[in-house]
């Protein structure tokens, strides 16, 4: 690209040569120029080879030769080529400028003379412009710092000879026409075609480019128009931000594409080797006809690194397509047209520190989707944004495990015609899912959408305000989750989306701790105005167990959570130790519609086939119950506050099994404070029931039969004391006259005497009339007897001693 404008102005370099030798040294910068278009005349030399290294090859001279007055100071001839008058000392005779070269010259502070003898100028001779400087003239090569640089080193020679592009074998550092290096190239398509089908030049290889603004003229670099197979089979570097005068690369002056695309490979005829671009910037104009930035196929692996496309008016960022593993670190695809980057890869993805975005104010050119991610192994993301795009922030489709860490998928959102368009993030793999610090909020349909054959870990991790605000359309979620083991979610929040606070479904454990799912309101209206009430906090359905703690799901519109379990379901408010928690307390409070004719609003719903253990929870002033509980096991009520809700505190269906009742607070509820349905009631401990609407336990036993386990003996002084109707005791007796068991209360036996409380066969059945006017036997059926007395109905149980007794058969 700058051979000309590096040969313009070495010609320049002559012409000071021819005035000043006399009176200073020329001073050449290493570190090159802006290009000019307009090459000076050339001599050609018949003896010049084809590519072009020989000294007899064209040498460029200079035009016309200005004549400048000399005032006795060295004059700089700066890199910069722009036409400005030449200014001289103010003691010189004003002379014309110099037209045909167009290049300032600016006076500079003396630079100290390196007197070199001929023999150190011998090591960069081949470049052929040297052999037209005079004799006793001294050249000096400053670097891109001003600093003086040696003639013999490489560098040197570089600066005087070197352009871009240029092909090393390897990993070669660019040294031109040596080491294996091709020369260097004006541009792409030169370089190609020198390549092609060049057997000098064959497998791995890196292509250099001169950072900078590229000048190589074309709108696409395609790989795919030259016969490159002695290439092709082999890994392929591309890299950028290439100093040609110190030789380094700095990747932070990367080299500028600007409305170039590249391609390598096709669906068809995938490059052989691996791919890798570093240092690369793509810039497109937004109103022009540009595809897709950067198309890469191979059957190897891709390696992004330090590369940018922006504005790619008709495609995507890149189209990335492996037979092995794509990595991309420190790349930028934002504001495109279809996507940021589209990547399919036979193996693995890694990306980090990268952005797939729409920054900038919303009348910008919005991509639809920010990354879309297919990928037969694992997928991993670190330090990913993709905000702000049309319809998708990032879909992923593994089929290994996917981990996202301190990443954002947040603000998509668009509206066609009618229909709302917008999520965060979408994940599906057969393995795990695993989020550490990831945000997607704001997006119109959800924020994360999560389906894991495996398990489902999050951590730290945000998804509120999904929300579209529309008055006829819901589809608002924070996030959803499904997964074929284990959910375990840890200090995340999933608050004010419309529709849903979090959803999952899940075959083994769900563990959620220190989160919140809260503030989820969402109210649609048809046509004549009616209202639809939406917005719950979280919903578990399982078949493991279900561990709450910490849990805030409060505030909701219809209720704060309902969690279905095929185990057990355990919700505590356990603060661990040197843990910083979000959430004083597991708390399920104020979930209304704020409707006096839509009351709906409740706070916990449990279903569960094994027990269910409520440990200091709060389950205040919802607008219909506090809490429902349906369990197949027992009921354990430990410290619960249900206060202020608007039918039951906490209400109870059990499966013939004991809810456990121990301290707490059932106050100010508008029916009970505690109902029970199919299950005893063991109360332990200063349960606070008052101001209840209707009472404050209700216990209805049902059909449920329940033995006595340790019954207390009742003291002797006292022998009646009054009890809830409700209350039952059991017990059972083996059929003989002597075997006896304690009902919990005085009976009468056969000699008209009290006994302390034990009956036996006998005895029982010779009593058949009321026991001091307040007992009495009730009808016997089968092995059942049943008494009815001031401490409430109590059943008896005979059981046979042998196979061929019958019950309620013995001697009297």
Same mark, same amino acid.
């Given at each position: 690209?700058?051979?000309?404008?590096?040969?313009?102005?070495?010609?320049?370099?002559?012409?000071?040569?021819?005035?000043?030798? &006399?009176?200073?040294?020329?001073?050449?910068?290493?570190?090159?120029?802006?290009?000019?278009?307009?090459?000076?005349?050339?001599?050609?030399?018949?003896?010049?080879?084809?590519?072009?290294?020989?000294?007899?090859?064209?040498?460029?001279?200079?035009?016309?030769?200005?004549?400048?007055?000399?005032?006795?100071?060295?004059?700089?001839?700066?890199?910069?080529?722009?036409?400005?008058?030449?200014?001289?000392?103010?003691?010189?005779?004003?002379?014309?400028?110099?037209?045909?070269?167009?290049?300032?010259?600016?006076?500079?502070?003396?630079?100290?003379?390196?007197?070199?003898?001929?023999?150190?100028?011998?090591?960069? &001779?081949?470049?052929?412009?040297?052999?037209?400087?005079?004799?006793?003239?001294?050249?000096?090569?400053?670097?891109?710092?001003?600093?003086?640089?040696?003639?013999? +080193?490489?560098?040197?020679?570089?600066?005087?000879?070197?352009?871009?592009?240029?092909?090393?074998?390897?990993?070669?550092?660019?040294?031109?026409?040596?080491?294996?290096?091709?020369?260097?190239?004006?541009?792409?398509?030169?370089?190609?075609?020198?390549?092609?089908?060049?057997?000098?030049? &064959?497998?791995?290889?890196?292509?250099?480019?001169?950072?900078?603004?590229?000048?190589?003229?074309?709108?696409?670099?395609?790989?795919?128009?030259?016969?490159?197979?002695?290439?092709?089979?082999?890994?392929?570097?591309?890299?950028?931000?290439?100093?040609?005068?110190?030789?380094?690369?700095?990747?932070?002056?990367?080299?500028?594409?600007?409305?170039?695309?590249?391609?390598?490979?096709?669906?068809?005829?995938?490059?052989?080797?691996?791919?890798?671009?570093?240092?690369?910037?793509?810039?497109?104009?937004?109103?022009?006809?540009?595809?897709?930035?950067?198309?890469?196929?191979?059957?190897?692996?891709?390696?992004?690194?330090?590369?940018?496309?922006?504005?790619?008016?008709?495609?995507?960022?890149?189209?990335?397509?492996?037979?092995?593993?794509?990595?991309?670190?420190?790349?930028?695809?934002?504001?495109?047209?279809?996507?940021?980057?589209?990547?399919?890869?036979?193996?693995?993805?890694?990306?980090?520190?990268?952005?797939?975005?729409?920054?900038?104010?919303?009348?910008?050119?919005?991509?639809?989707?920010?990354?879309?991610?297919?990928?037969?192994?694992?997928?991993?993301?670190?330090?990913?944004?993709?905000?702000?795009?049309?319809?998708?922030?990032?879909?992923?489709?593994?089929?290994?495990?996917?981990?996202?860490?301190?990443?954002?998928?947040?603000?998509?959102?668009?509206?066609?015609?009618?229909?709302?368009?917008?999520?965060?993030? +979408?994940?599906?793999?057969?393995?795990?899912?695993?989020?550490?610090?990831?945000?997607?909020?704001?997006?119109?349909?959800?924020?994360?959408?999560? %389906?894991?054959?495996?398990?489902?870990?999050?951590?730290?991790?945000?998804?509120?305000?999904?929300?579209?605000?529309?008055?006829?359309?819901?589809?608002?979620?924070?996030?959803?989750?499904?997964?074929?083991?284990?959910?375990?979610?840890?200090?995340? $929040?999933?608050?004010?989306?419309?529709?849903?606070?979090?959803?999952?479904?899940?075959?083994?454990?769900?563990?959620?701790?220190?989160?919140?799912?809260?503030?989820?309101?969402?109210?649609?209206?048809?046509?004549?105005?009616?209202?639809?009430?939406?917005?719950?906090?979280?919903?578990?359905?399982?078949?493991?167990?279900?561990?709450?703690?910490?849990?805030?799901?409060?505030?909701?519109?219809?209720?704060?959570?309902?969690?279905?379990?095929?185990?057990?379901?355990?919700?505590?408010?356990?603060?661990?130790?040197?843990?910083?928690?979000?959430?004083?307390?597991?708390?399920?409070? %104020?979930?209304?519609?704020?409707?006096?004719?839509?009351?709906?609003?409740?706070?916990?719903?449990?279903?569960?086939?094994?027990?269910?253990?409520?440990?200091?929870?709060?389950?205040?002033?919802?607008?219909?119950?506090?809490?429902?509980?349906?369990?197949?096991?027992?009921?354990?009520?430990?410290?619960?506050?249900?206060?202020?809700?608007?039918?039951?505190?906490?209400?109870?269906?059990? #499966?013939?099994?004991?809810?456990?009742?121990?301290?707490?607070?059932?106050?100010?509820?508008?029916?009970?404070?505690?109902?029970?349905?199919?299950?005893?009631?063991? $109360?332990?401990?200063?349960?606070?029931?008052?101001?209840?609407?209707?009472?404050?336990?209700?216990?209805?036993?049902?059909?449920?039969?329940?033995?006595?386990?340790?019954?207390?003996?009742?003291?002797?002084?006292?022998?009646?004391?009054?009890?809830?109707?409700?209350? $039952?005791?059991?017990?059972?007796? %083996? %059929?003989?006259?002597?075997?006896?068991?304690?009902?919990?209360?005085?009976?009468?036996?056969?000699?008209?005497?009290?006994?302390?409380?034990?009956?036996?066969?006998?005895?029982?059945?010779?009593?058949?009339?009321?026991?001091?006017?307040?007992?009495?036997?009730?009808?016997?059926?089968?092995?059942?007897?049943?008494?009815?007395?001031?401490?409430?109905?109590?059943?008896?149980?005979?059981? $046979?001693?042998?196979? #061929?007794?019958?019950?309620?058969?013995?001697?009297?």
């Amino acid at each position: 690209m700058l051979d000309k404008s590096r040969a313009f102005l070495l010609s320049l370099t002559i012409v000071a040569v021819l005035v000043f030798s &006399a009176f200073g040294p020329t001073i050449v910068y290493a570190d090159g120029g802006t290009a000019t278009d307009t090459p000076p005349p050339t001599e050609t030399s018949s003896t010049c080879t084809s590519d072009g290294t020989s000294s007899e090859c064209p040498t460029e001279a200079v035009a016309t030769e200005a004549p400048v007055e000399a005032t006795g100071e060295a004059t700089e001839v700066p890199v910069e080529a722009t036409s400005v008058p030449t200014e001289v000392a103010a003691e010189a005779t004003p002379e014309p400028a110099v037209e045909a070269t167009e290049v300032p010259v600016e006076e500079a502070a003396p630079v100290a003379e390196e007197a070199a003898p001929p023999a150190e100028v011998a090591p960069v &001779a081949e470049a052929p412009i040297l052999n037209e400087v005079p004799e006793n003239t001294t050249v000096t090569v400053l670097d891109a710092q001003g600093q003086a640089q040696p003639l013999a +080193t490489q560098a040197s020679a570089d600066a005087l000879a070197t352009s871009d592009p240029i092909w090393c074998p390897g990993t070669q550092a660019p040294t031109p026409d040596l080491n294996g290096c091709t020369k260097s190239f004006s541009s792409f398509t030169e370089l190609l075609t020198f390549l092609s089908g060049n057997a000098t030049y &064959a497998g791995a290889g890196t292509i250099y480019v001169q950072q900078g603004a590229y000048q190589g003229g074309e709108s696409t670099v395609d790989f795919n128009n030259y016969n490159l197979t002695n290439l092709s089979g082999a890994d392929l570097t591309i890299t950028g931000g290439w100093n040609t005068g110190t030789g380094a690369i700095d990747p932070a002056n990367a080299s500028t594409f600007n409305n170039v695309a590249i391609v390598i490979g096709s669906s068809a005829n995938p490059w052989g080797g691996s791919l890798s671009l570093s240092n690369l910037a793509l810039n497109f104009n937004p109103n022009g006809s540009s595809g897709t930035g950067i198309t890469l196929y191979t059957q190897n692996d891709i390696n992004i690194s330090n590369v940018s496309v922006i504005n790619s008016a008709n495609g995507a960022g890149a189209e990335l397509n492996a037979g092995g593993d794509v990595n991309m670190n420190n790349s930028t695809f934002d504001r495109n047209k279809t996507a940021g980057a589209i990547i399919r890869s036979a193996g693995n993805v890694s990306i980090a520190n990268s952005n797939f975005s729409n920054p900038g104010p919303l009348t910008g050119r919005w991509q639809v989707t920010g990354l879309d991610i297919v990928a037969d192994g694992s997928v991993s993301l670190l330090n990913v944004l993709a905000n702000f795009n049309r319809e998708v922030g990032a879909n992923i489709n593994a089929g290994g495990r996917v981990a996202i860490s301190n990443s954002v998928f947040s603000g998509t959102k668009i509206i066609k015609g009618s229909e709302f368009l917008g999520y965060g993030l +979408t994940v599906v793999t057969p393995d795990t899912i695993d989020l550490e610090s990831v945000t997607a909020n704001d997006n119109f349909l959800w924020g994360a959408s999560l %389906n894991a054959g495996l398990d489902v870990n999050i951590n730290n991790s945000i998804f509120n305000g999904n929300t579209t605000e529309s008055p006829g359309f819901i589809d608002d979620t924070g996030l959803l989750i499904t997964s074929g083991r284990n959910v375990t979610i840890n200090s995340s $929040q999933a608050n004010d989306n419309r529709l849903i606070g979090a959803t999952i479904n899940a075959t083994g454990d769900v563990s959620i701790n220190d989160s919140t799912f809260t503030g989820n309101n969402g109210v649609t209206l048809d046509g004549t105005g009616t209202p639809t009430f939406h917005g719950y906090g979280l919903q578990v359905i399982t078949l493991g167990n279900i561990f709450l703690n910490l849990v805030d799901a409060s505030n909701n519109t219809l209720f704060g959570a309902h969690l279905d379990a095929g185990g057990d379901v355990t919700i505590s408010s356990n603060v661990f130790p040197g843990t910083i928690t979000h959430v004083p307390a597991s708390t399920f409070s %104020n979930n209304t519609t704020g409707s006096a004719t839509d009351q709906l609003g409740r706070g916990l719903e449990i279903i569960s086939d094994g027990n269910v253990f409520l440990d200091n929870v709060t389950i205040n002033g919802n607008q219909t119950f506090g809490a429902n509980i349906q369990a197949g096991g027992d009921v354990f009520l430990d410290m619960v506050t249900a206060t202020n809700n608007g039918t039951n505190g906490v209400e109870v269906e059990a #499966s013939c099994t004991t809810v456990f009742l121990i301290n707490g607070n059932y106050s100010t509820n508008g029916q009970y404070g505690l109902s029970i349905l199919n299950a005893a009631l063991n $109360q332990s401990g200063a349960p606070i029931f008052g101001t209840n609407g209707t009472g404050d336990i209700f216990h209805d036993p049902g059909t449920c039969i329940f033995p006595v386990a340790n019954p207390p003996t009742p003291p002797v002084t006292n022998p009646i004391s009054p009890v809830a109707p409700s209350q $039952q005791v059991s017990g059972v007796v %083996n %059929n003989s006259a002597s075997s006896s068991v304690s009902l919990g209360m005085p009976v009468k036996s056969s000699g008209n005497t009290w006994s302390s409380g034990n009956v036996t066969l006998n005895s029982f059945l010779g009593n058949t009339r009321t026991f001091s006017g307040s007992t009495h036997i009730g009808i016997f059926t089968g092995q059942y007897a049943y008494i009815y007395s001031s401490f409430g109905m109590q059943v008896i149980a005979f059981s $046979q001693t042998w196979p #061929s007794e019958i019950a309620m058969v013995g001697p009297h």
